[in-house]
């Protein structure tokens, strides 16, 4: 169970209004009460946070309005001390453009080895004037930027798959290798128990950048349907040389994995997880093949359509491909890329997945979304495999869908020339208390992003203890999935329930096995009679019936 913290919106230690490092060690006991295993972290570098903190300047040292090295160790061994794992995130396929590497480019000019670390190119049309290539950025525009050449003209293009503001790194070039192989052992050094890799399938880019006609799909297709190229693989995505640097650093890992320790547990590896929008779960599990990745992110469950048949096929093909390279699968339906699901989820089924909702947008029905991603969060977490879940998700939170747009800072929002509202939504720091100026989140009151006066109803004191609420759920189903061991139990499912049901058993290797039922359709169904309900997403019907859109665990 790993638990996302996205640092600007967790905690805030000084008042400044965005979240820090103190702030999340000093609330790290509520994760050890939730019951997860480990944290991931979103960047905390030093980052001109175009991106936010996407665009890395230092790799090695946090970002002030984050704290300082001293603060990641006390919060590495802050963790460690409650047995908490840190994953921390790395961002391999670009820098930010004030990297000092990308400054030295600037300067040197054309031809030299320090432009050779990015992708730098002479623009088409006989001045130069047009972009080396055709291709788009992922939040909108060309993914090409022209600099000024030393005479203060026109130059070169750089390539930057993201914002103006990132360009890429030159894989093939051996110097951005060895760089990131010392970024990984400084941070191993330090303590980090691994790493989550941003867009690990887009560093190496096909040999001469052909044009490509598609838009690039970052988070996979908005209709959830699976991307298809009609066959061909798009030339910034996916390209098999990628697998060879996760090889590499597989066996960076090794070496402080204690895999050869007599009595080993487990207990001390280091891992890497991929977050990689590819086609196919089939082309996910060639990440983690067993020499390469350890986990990879699953986004195939979190692009379903809320439909019984639509569910089980995606995790049967998830399973499926994880288990043909016998890697554990992975589970999600939040994070701060996309709409919380308990708003996405409030959404008209078969509607297309926004990037982001807003002012005159459609907006979700704040119950319904809730209702079915308490469901939908109790079927994930009886799954076998890893869970990954977004800070706030534990308390419901829906998304921010009427934030002002003047407010926004994605670039997503200005890039996309104002038609994709982008990712704020789900980015709005947490609501602790539910009386307290900002809600608890800092000593000041202040917010870097403006939160939903729904949110003060959801705050964690206003949940914790309270029978029925979003955070008690998730605490019950943490602790029964620990109890039986459903992280490491497989699958079968059940036939003998209507078609918009969904209904399996988990049987762990070691635990009891439980069987759960997830209803969608519109008629209540019935649990095995004599099987005791060990947690459940709502309440049952006055004849103990599981209503709909209602997921239950059964000891079996
Ligand atoms: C994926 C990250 O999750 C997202 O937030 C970021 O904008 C892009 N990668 C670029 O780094």
Known sequence: MVYQIYPRSWADG??????????????????RDLGVDALWLSPFYVSPQADAGYDVADYRDIDPIFG????????????????????????????????????????????????????????????GDLPPNNW???????????????????????????????????WENPQV???????????????????????????????????????????????????????????????????????????????????DAAGYSGEGDRILCAEAWVDSPESLARYVRDDEMHQAFNFEFLQTQWRAGDLREAVTKSLTAADSVGAPTTWVLSNHDVVRHASRLGLPVGTRRPNGIGVGDPQ????????????????????????????????GLPDSTDMPDDVRQDPTWPRSGHTERGRDGCRVPMPWEGDRPSY??????????PQPASYAALAVDRQAGA???????????????????????????????????????????????????????AEPVAAPAGAQILVSSGPLTPQGLVPTDTTVWLSA
Not at 14 to 31: F, M, Q
Not at 87 to 110: C, K, M, R, T, Y
């Open 364 to 395: 979700p029905d704040a119950a319904l979304g809730l209702r079915r991603a308490r469901a939908a969060t109790a079927l994930m977490l009886a799954l076998p495999g890893s869970s990954y879940i977004y800070q706030g998700e534990e308390l």
């Open 136 to 170: 788009l950025c992922v939040f909108g525009g060309a993914s090409w930027t022209r600099v000024k050449a030393a005479d203060g003209t026109d130059g070169q293009w750089y390539l930057h798959l993201f914002a103006a503001k990132q360009p890429d790194f030159n």
């Open 177 to 259: 290798r060895a760089e990131f192989e010392d970024v990984l052992r400084f941070w191993l050094d330090r303590g980090v128990d691994g790493f989550r890799v941003d867009v690990a399938n887009a560093l190496i880019k096909a040999a001469g950048l052909p044009d490509w006609e598609e838009p690039l799909h970052l988070l996979g297709d908005a209709d959830g349907v699976p991307h298809d190229h009609h066959g061909k693989r798009p030339p910034m995505w996916d390209q098999d040389g990628v697998h060879e640097i996760y090889r590499v650093w597989r066996q960076i890992l090794n070496s402080y994995n204690p895999i």
């Open 68 to 127: 300082t090295l001293a603060d990641a160790d006390s919060l590495v061994s802050a963790a460690h001390g409650l047995g908490l794992k840190i994953i921390v995130d790395l961002v391999p396929n670009h820098s930010s453009d004030e990297h000092p590497w990308f400054q030295a480019a600037l300067a040197a000019g054309p031809g030299s080895p320090e432009r050779e670390r990015y992708v730098f190119r002479d623009g088409r049309g006989p001045n």
């Open 440 to 449: 608890g989140f800092g000593p000041s009151g202040r917010t870097w992003l």
């Open 467 to 521: 029978p029925g609420t979003t955070l008690e759920l998730y605490r019950a189903l943490l602790a029964a999935r620990r109890e039986h061991g459903l992280g490491a139990g497989s699958l079968s499912w059940l036939g003998d329930y209507p078609e918009e049901v969904v209904a399996f058993v988990n049987e762990p290797a070691a635990g009891e096995r439980v069987l759960v039922i997830t209803n969608l359709g």
């Open 14 to 31: 000084n008042g400044d209004g965005i979240g820090d490092l103190p702030g999340i060690t000093a609330r790290l006991p509520y994760l």
